[in-house]
């Protein structure tokens, strides 16, 4: 057994710094063409449409279709309307139409029929007609976006925050908030406001419907 002592004042031999081994380096991570240095963050997973944005993104409309213009969506929103209107109209006719301007005080009608817009027969007709006009627009949005008149015009909706068609939640809120104000309370005031947010809504030109669902109305390719 050796009686061999440090010398006073020198280090042991585990902590001289001059007797240790060199560290082998550390190997990169598999895949990493970085070698140690950690690779770039992954994009976010809500980008839309796979692109480099999102609310608060650098660029949010990077990688989406263009949006569509907000005339063709005014114009498909109509043709929509008269797909549905014009053939309830005609069913109503047998009771009396949807519509009753009628008139027993020797009035133009004018003024009766909005007087009594919702008061029996029109008011169940109006209830019947909301469900029929969301219903369609549920339909139509969940099977590929794309009501009979955006189909026309080429436009179709979308989810924001993936591209995808709307689900059946989000497709039964967007009908029931365009429908419900628009047929039982304040039909002009509601499609003004849609209207005006349509070209003045940024970035994505959302309407009421859109924001209320988190869709967006883009150009089907």
């Known amino acids: 057994m050796s009686n061999d002592q440090p010398t006073p004042g020198q280090p042991p031999e585990d902590d001289d710094p001059f007797l240790k081994k060199p560290q082998e380096p550390t190997p990169p991570s598999a895949g990493s063409p970085y070698g140690n240095v950690p690779p770039p963050p992954p994009p976010p997973p809500n980008d ?7 609310y608060g993104g650098v660029d949010p409309l990077a990688g989406m279709p ?15 309307f008269l797909i549905i209107s014009i053939p309830l109209y005609l069913i109503s006719l047998p009771w009396g139409g949807a519509v009753d301007v009628s008139s027993d005080n ?4 004018f003024g ?39 189909r026309l015009l ?7 925050n993936d591209g995808r068609v709307p689900d059946v939640s989000a497709s039964l809120l967007r ?5 419900v104000p628009a047929l039982l309370c304040c039909p002009c005031l509601w499609w003004l406001i849609n209207i005006v947010l349509m070209f003045i809504d940024k970035p994505y ?15 089907a390719r």
Do not use: C
Request: hydrophobic share 45%; aromatic share 8%.
């Open 112 to 150: 009766d029929a909005v007087g009594n817009a919702y008061t029996g027969h029109q008011l169940l007709w109006s209830l019947i007609g909301l469900v029929v006009y969301v219903a369609y627009d549920t339909y139509f949005t969940h099977k590929d976006g794309r009501t009979l008149g955006k």
């Open 154 to 160: 080429k436009l179709r909706v979308a989810m924001l």
């Open 106 to 109: 020797g009035d133009d009608g």
């Open 175 to 179: 009908a029931v908030v365009l429908w």
């Open 66 to 80: 263009p949006l569509a213009e907000p005339g063709k969506r005014v114009l498909a929103r109509l043709i929509d």
């Open 48 to 54: 839309p449409y796979g692109g480099g944005g999102g």
């Open 205 to 219: 030109r959302q309407a009421l419907e859109d924001k209320a669902a988190k869709t967006v109305v883009v150009v």
